[in-house]
Protein backbone atom coordinates (compact mmCIF):
# COMPACT_ATOMS: atom_id res chain seq x y z
CA UNK A 1 0.00 0.00 0.00
CA UNK A 2 1.45 3.31 -1.07
CA UNK A 3 1.96 6.64 1.55
CA UNK A 4 -1.29 7.61 0.23
CA UNK A 5 -3.12 5.54 1.20
CA UNK A 6 -1.40 4.65 4.77
CA UNK A 7 -3.06 2.70 7.38
CA UNK A 8 -3.57 4.83 10.79
CA UNK A 9 -1.60 2.24 13.54
CA UNK A 10 -2.05 4.19 16.88
CA UNK A 11 -4.03 6.48 18.36
CA UNK A 12 -1.70 9.09 18.32
CA UNK A 13 -1.75 8.59 14.20
CA UNK A 14 -5.48 9.11 14.11
CA UNK A 15 -5.14 11.90 15.95
CA UNK A 16 -2.65 13.19 13.52
CA UNK A 17 -4.15 12.92 10.80
CA UNK A 18 -7.39 14.46 11.75
CA UNK A 19 -5.58 17.42 12.58
CA UNK A 20 -4.12 17.67 9.47
CA UNK A 21 -7.05 16.68 7.38
CA UNK A 22 -9.87 18.31 9.07
CA UNK A 23 -8.21 20.96 11.18
CA UNK A 24 -10.78 20.75 14.04
CA UNK A 25 -10.75 23.93 16.23
CA UNK A 26 -10.21 23.75 19.94
CA UNK A 27 -13.99 23.97 20.63
CA UNK A 28 -14.04 20.97 18.23
CA UNK A 29 -11.30 18.72 19.40
CA UNK A 30 -12.73 19.17 23.12
CA UNK A 31 -16.49 17.83 22.17
CA UNK A 32 -14.49 15.08 20.24
CA UNK A 33 -12.72 14.19 23.40
CA UNK A 34 -16.23 14.61 25.47
CA UNK A 35 -17.84 12.62 22.98
CA UNK A 36 -15.38 9.66 22.98
CA UNK A 37 -15.70 9.99 27.22
CA UNK A 38 -19.10 9.25 26.80
CA UNK A 39 -19.16 6.95 24.44
CA UNK A 40 -16.85 4.63 26.84
CA UNK A 41 -18.61 5.16 29.86
CA UNK A 42 -22.07 4.80 27.96
CA UNK A 43 -20.80 1.32 26.39
CA UNK A 44 -20.53 0.03 30.05
CA UNK A 45 -24.37 0.11 30.07
CA UNK A 46 -25.34 -1.01 26.60
CA UNK A 47 -23.45 -2.58 23.96
CA UNK A 48 -22.94 0.47 21.33
CA UNK A 49 -19.07 -1.04 20.11
CA UNK A 50 -17.15 -3.73 20.97
CA UNK A 51 -15.40 -3.90 24.19
CA UNK A 52 -12.23 -5.10 22.39
CA UNK A 53 -12.16 -1.44 20.73
CA UNK A 54 -12.07 0.74 23.35
CA UNK A 55 -8.36 0.99 23.79
CA UNK A 56 -7.83 2.04 20.12
CA UNK A 57 -11.42 4.01 20.07
CA UNK A 58 -9.46 6.59 18.52
CA UNK A 59 -8.90 4.32 15.14
CA UNK A 60 -11.40 2.59 15.28
CA UNK A 61 -14.57 4.93 15.59
CA UNK A 62 -13.08 8.55 15.77
CA UNK A 63 -10.97 8.71 12.82
CA UNK A 64 -12.87 5.39 10.69
CA UNK A 65 -15.94 8.04 11.11
CA UNK A 66 -13.70 11.09 10.17
CA UNK A 67 -12.71 9.69 7.29
CA UNK A 68 -16.07 9.94 5.49
CA UNK A 69 -15.96 13.47 6.13
CA UNK A 70 -12.73 13.94 4.14
CA UNK A 71 -14.21 12.60 1.38
CA UNK A 72 -16.81 15.44 1.18
CA UNK A 73 -16.26 18.98 2.57
CA UNK A 74 -18.11 20.69 -0.10
CA UNK A 75 -19.48 23.91 1.01
CA UNK A 76 -23.42 24.33 1.15
CA UNK A 77 -23.68 20.30 0.44
CA UNK A 78 -27.11 20.36 2.54
CA UNK A 79 -28.30 17.93 4.92
CA UNK A 80 -26.03 15.01 6.09
CA UNK A 81 -28.39 11.84 6.53
CA UNK A 82 -26.29 9.14 8.42
CA UNK A 83 -28.57 5.63 8.69
CA UNK A 84 -28.49 3.17 11.29
CA UNK A 85 -26.40 5.74 13.16
CA UNK A 86 -26.39 3.50 16.63
CA UNK A 87 -23.85 5.95 18.85
CA UNK A 88 -23.51 7.96 16.22
CA UNK A 89 -21.05 6.93 14.37
CA UNK A 90 -20.04 8.39 11.75
CA UNK A 91 -23.30 11.23 12.75
CA UNK A 92 -22.20 12.73 15.53
CA UNK A 93 -18.65 12.78 14.41
CA UNK A 94 -19.82 14.58 11.63
CA UNK A 95 -22.14 17.22 13.28
CA UNK A 96 -18.64 17.89 16.04
CA UNK A 97 -16.12 18.48 13.19
CA UNK A 98 -18.45 20.43 10.54
CA UNK A 99 -21.49 22.90 10.28
CA UNK A 100 -23.52 20.40 8.32
CA UNK A 101 -26.98 20.00 9.03
CA UNK A 102 -27.00 15.81 10.57
CA UNK A 103 -30.02 13.65 10.66
CA UNK A 104 -29.27 10.37 12.75
CA UNK A 105 -31.68 7.49 11.87
CA UNK A 106 -31.97 5.42 14.77
CA UNK A 107 -34.66 3.10 15.74
CA UNK A 108 -33.16 1.93 19.07
CA UNK A 109 -34.90 3.79 21.93
CA UNK A 110 -31.52 3.37 24.59
CA UNK A 111 -29.51 4.42 21.77
CA UNK A 112 -31.36 7.26 20.17
CA UNK A 113 -31.26 8.56 24.28
CA UNK A 114 -27.11 8.34 23.97
CA UNK A 115 -27.69 10.11 20.73
CA UNK A 116 -30.11 13.27 22.56
CA UNK A 117 -27.49 13.03 25.50
CA UNK A 118 -24.82 14.10 23.39
CA UNK A 119 -26.33 16.34 21.13
CA UNK A 120 -27.71 18.26 24.00
CA UNK A 121 -23.93 17.99 26.19
CA UNK A 122 -22.29 18.91 23.20
CA UNK A 123 -24.45 21.82 22.39
CA UNK A 124 -24.89 20.31 18.75
CA UNK A 125 -28.24 22.25 17.38
CA UNK A 126 -27.70 21.31 14.07
CA UNK A 127 -28.13 17.99 14.76
CA UNK A 128 -31.58 16.11 14.47
CA UNK A 129 -32.93 12.26 15.97
CA UNK A 130 -35.31 10.60 14.34
CA UNK A 131 -36.26 7.68 16.38
CA UNK A 132 -37.56 5.45 13.95
CA UNK A 133 -36.90 2.13 10.80
CA UNK A 134 -35.93 4.24 8.18
CA UNK A 135 -38.68 3.31 6.18
CA UNK A 136 -40.94 5.44 8.29
CA UNK A 137 -38.82 8.54 8.23
CA UNK A 138 -39.79 11.38 6.03
CA UNK A 139 -38.54 11.81 2.45
CA UNK A 140 -35.75 14.96 2.35
CA UNK A 141 -33.35 15.86 0.03
CA UNK A 142 -29.91 14.56 1.11
CA UNK A 143 -26.40 16.42 0.24
CA UNK A 144 -24.74 13.03 1.68
CA UNK A 145 -25.85 9.49 2.94
CA UNK A 146 -23.82 7.41 4.75
CA UNK A 147 -24.52 4.19 6.60
CA UNK A 148 -21.58 2.26 8.61
CA UNK A 149 -22.98 -0.83 9.31
CA UNK A 150 -26.54 -0.70 8.71
CA UNK A 151 -27.54 -3.33 6.33
CA UNK A 152 -26.62 -5.30 3.05
CA UNK A 153 -25.18 -2.84 0.40
CA UNK A 154 -28.48 -3.61 -1.67
CA UNK A 155 -31.14 -3.11 0.86
CA UNK A 156 -29.09 0.10 2.30
CA UNK A 157 -29.14 1.50 -1.20
CA UNK A 158 -33.23 0.53 -2.14
CA UNK A 159 -34.26 1.94 1.68
CA UNK A 160 -32.22 5.53 1.33
CA UNK A 161 -32.48 6.04 -2.38
CA UNK A 162 -35.79 8.49 -1.86
CA UNK A 163 -33.36 10.79 -0.04
CA UNK A 164 -31.01 10.81 -3.02
CA UNK A 165 -30.94 13.79 -5.50
CA UNK A 166 -28.37 14.33 -8.51
CA UNK A 167 -25.46 16.06 -6.16
CA UNK A 168 -25.92 13.67 -3.33
CA UNK A 169 -22.50 12.16 -2.08
CA UNK A 170 -23.34 8.28 -0.96
CA UNK A 171 -20.56 7.59 1.65
CA UNK A 172 -20.68 3.48 2.33
CA UNK A 173 -18.07 1.92 4.72
CA UNK A 174 -18.22 -2.01 3.40
CA UNK A 175 -15.41 -3.47 5.14
CA UNK A 176 -13.65 -6.47 3.65
CA UNK A 177 -16.26 -7.04 0.88
CA UNK A 178 -17.26 -4.26 -0.52
CA UNK A 179 -16.24 -5.05 -4.12
CA UNK A 180 -17.83 -8.17 -4.08
CA UNK A 181 -21.39 -6.33 -3.07
CA UNK A 182 -20.83 -3.70 -5.46
CA UNK A 183 -20.21 -6.39 -8.29
CA UNK A 184 -24.04 -7.54 -7.10
CA UNK A 185 -25.63 -4.31 -7.67
CA UNK A 186 -27.44 -3.14 -10.83
CA UNK A 187 -25.56 -1.97 -13.36
CA UNK A 188 -26.94 1.52 -13.33
CA UNK A 189 -26.38 1.93 -9.65
CA UNK A 190 -22.68 0.18 -9.82
CA UNK A 191 -21.80 3.21 -12.59
CA UNK A 192 -22.48 5.40 -10.13
CA UNK A 193 -20.08 4.43 -7.51
CA UNK A 194 -16.10 3.97 -6.84
CA UNK A 195 -13.86 2.45 -4.17
CA UNK A 196 -11.57 3.77 -1.83
CA UNK A 197 -9.29 2.31 0.84
CA UNK A 198 -9.99 2.75 4.60
CA UNK A 199 -7.74 4.72 6.53
CA UNK A 200 -8.09 2.33 9.41
CA UNK A 201 -8.38 -1.12 7.90
CA UNK A 202 -5.87 -2.17 5.23
CA UNK A 203 -8.13 -4.58 3.75
CA UNK A 204 -11.21 -2.44 4.82
CA UNK A 205 -12.67 -0.73 1.45
CA UNK A 206 -15.35 2.39 1.31
CA UNK A 207 -18.14 2.74 -1.85
CA UNK A 208 -18.01 6.40 -2.42
CA UNK A 209 -20.74 7.64 -4.66
CA UNK A 210 -22.35 10.34 -5.89
CA UNK A 211 -26.07 10.77 -7.73
CA UNK A 212 -29.69 10.45 -7.62
CA UNK A 213 -30.52 6.32 -7.28
CA UNK A 214 -33.92 5.05 -8.66
CA UNK A 215 -35.96 2.21 -5.93
CA UNK A 216 -36.16 -1.13 -7.24
CA UNK A 217 -39.66 -1.45 -8.35
CA UNK A 218 -41.95 -3.55 -5.82
CA UNK A 219 -42.26 -7.04 -6.76
CA UNK A 220 -39.40 -7.02 -9.01
CA UNK A 221 -35.79 -8.27 -8.20
Do not use: Y
Not at 15 to 32: N, Y
Not at 45 to 67: E, F, G, K, Y
Not at 127 to 135: C, F, K, P, S, W
Amino acid sequence: MSSDHAVLASEAEARDWIADVLSPTAEQWARLERFAAMLVAENARQNLIAASTVPNLWVRHIADSAQLLAFDQRDGAGLWVDLGSGPGLPGLVVAILSERPVLLVESRRRRCDFLREVAEALDLRHVAIAEARLEAVETRPAGTISARAFAPLDRLIDLSARFSTESTRWLLPKGRNAVKELALLPRAWQSLFHVEHSRTDAESRILVGQGRIAPKKRGKA
